[in-house]
């Protein structure tokens, strides 16, 4: 999901396309960090805020891109930026609990330097 979001803000490109290509090793990688009994997970604490958080920053990065994006227009850019956002409610989904909210912002933060 993360790939893909970041792959439309550029239109493509050859990154996206081989990141796609490396992510079942860092899901492998992910797999095999994730506790295997309950006993062992440390941070049991609610998480709402923090994956709230998370996922407004990425709704307002849709929102900053889209206002510098001139390549996409009218109507067209509303149906981009409705696409963006399924994306992020996708993950929204995906992460249920700690774990996964922190592998979703490695990955996020380790693999895709923006400015």
Partial sequence: MINSL???FQYGGTYFGHQKMRILGY???????????????EK??????????YIKSLRQLIKDESEIDFETLGQEKIERNKKLNEIVDKL???ISDNFYLRRAQDFHYGHYEYY
């Fill in 44 to 53: 049991t604490y609610d998480i709402t805020k923090q994956k709230e958080l």
């Fill in 92 to 94: 929204n989904t995906l």
């Fill in 27 to 41: 899901a492998e990688y992910s797999i095999y960090l994730l506790p295997k009994e309950n006993n062992e997970i």
């Fill in 6 to 8: 970041f792959g439309h």
